[in-house]
């Protein structure tokens, strides 16, 4: 799902409430009933219809019927367009640019700032493999009244990425300058570097190493496990620094698995090392010799508002999806039976109230022949 900037770009006042309507709607629906959006909307008259067709048409929002009523549900097109919208009107971006990454479970583009500096936004998309073919999703869902829903993990996702950014870029980390966070995108600094992997010659590749497993001690020391450090994470700059990126599977060296995803992090560097440049050392950091915390920011993290409950329903839903195998892509328009399938269009979605609307109210009605651009 690649962002389209394009045909979105104009958009009326009704239409975006309509959208926002839809938005709110699906906290607590998988597939929004029409009369409540004409509720969420309070758009009366016989407009309504007109504005569901044009963002239907669009692609931001798209039509389904779950067998006991008619209904619409958000795309990530509509999605985008609400985050873009939010971070536009913040002042945080100003036009969108080129893709410069396309992760299984993200999207990266350059765009430019007011001030037209150039920055980075990256787009959280979990969720994109059905999640009727999580196979344990009955257990999962024990306990829970909804499936989770791709928007609310990409939020949680997007947020997770932000406070871990936020909180290494204050202790002095080499990480890239997190700047605003909407919904699943989030703004970041443009570094200047190249992934390791595509690094093939170092000039001092003992320091390299080391400088990296260095990071991997000082994160631990500071109470954290990158938990994907490998050579698509790690950028290299000019001068062979390294920069880290790509933190949504962040874990606290007090988690029960600690030590595990210590020592693939270590091992992930080791075995780059020795494949790529046939360089091998009998120096490597382990967990229970090598680490004296000496800060604690897992819980910095857990305080700034990531609380360790959303670590936790973000870290089992990542689990199920891993475990039930990937490989099973599937695109939005394909997601529409599986709400059918658990009669669950209706319940309330506890997940979802645990967290703030991310943009609040639907806009007042006078602004009506406002356009917006992107
Ligand atoms: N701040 C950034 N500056 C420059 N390039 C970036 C930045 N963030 C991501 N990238 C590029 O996008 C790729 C994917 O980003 P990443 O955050 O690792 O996403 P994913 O979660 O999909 O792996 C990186 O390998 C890198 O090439
Ligand atoms: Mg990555």
């Known amino acids: 799902m690649r962002l389209d900037a394009n045909g979105i770009r104009y958009m009326s006042a009704d239409e975006f409430r309509v959208l926002t309507a839809v938005e709110t709607g699906s906290r607590n629906h998988d597939i929004v009933p029409t009369p409540l959006i004409r509720s969420l909307s309070k758009l009366h008259g016989g407009g309504l219809n007109k504005f569901i067709g044009e963002l239907a048409k669009k692609n931001l929002i798209a039509k389904v ?203 992930c560097i080791k075995t780059f090392f020795k494949r790529k440049f046939g360089y091998e050392s009998y120096l490597y950091p382990k967990f229970g010799l090598d680490i004296n915390r000496e800060f604690s920011l897992d819980l910095e993290v857990a305080a700034s508002g990531f609380s360790s409950k959303l670590q936790k329903e973000l870290e089992e839903y990542t689990q199920i999806v891993k475990e039930s195998g990937e490989g099973s892509e599937e695109e939005d328009s394909d997601e529409e039976s599986e709400n059918d399938e658990e009669g669950n269009s209706d319940e309330e979605n506890e997940n979802e109230e645990s967290l703030e609307d991310p943009d609040k109210s639907i806009p007042e009605k006078e602004s009506d022949k406002e356009h917006f651009e992107l």
């Open 65 to 267: 019927a779950n067998g006991k009523y008619d209904g619409y549900k958000m795309t990530y097109g509509g999605y985008d367009y609400l985050a873009l919208k939010t971070l536009t009107k913040r002042g945080s971006v100003a036009s969108v640019g080129n893709q410069i990454g396309v992760g299984k479970e993200s999207d990266i583009h350059v765009v430019m700032q007011e001030n037209e500096s150039e920055c980075v936004l990256k787009i959280h998309r979990l969720g994109r493999m059905s999640f009727r073919n999580v196979k344990n999703k009955r257990d999962y869902l024990k306990n829970k009244h909804s499936s989770p829903s791709w928007m609310y993990m990409s939020r949680l996702s997007a947020m997770k990425e932000f406070a871990f950014m936020k909180i290494l870029h204050q202790h002095g980390f080499p990480v890239p300058v997190p700047i605003d966070q909407n919904r699943h995108c989030i703004l970041m600094s443009l570094i200047d570097a190249v992934p390791l992997r595509q690094i093939e010659k170092v000039g001092d590749i003992g320091k390299l190493y080391s400088d990296l497993m260095d990071l991997i001690v000082k994160l631990a020391n500071y109470g954290l496990i990158h938990g994907d450090f490998n050579e698509f994470n790690i950028l290299i700059k000019i001068d062979q620094s390294p920069i880290l990126i790509d933190f949504p599977q962040m874990v606290s060296t007090s988690h029960k698995e600690a030590e595990f995803y210590f020592n693939r992090d270590v091992d």
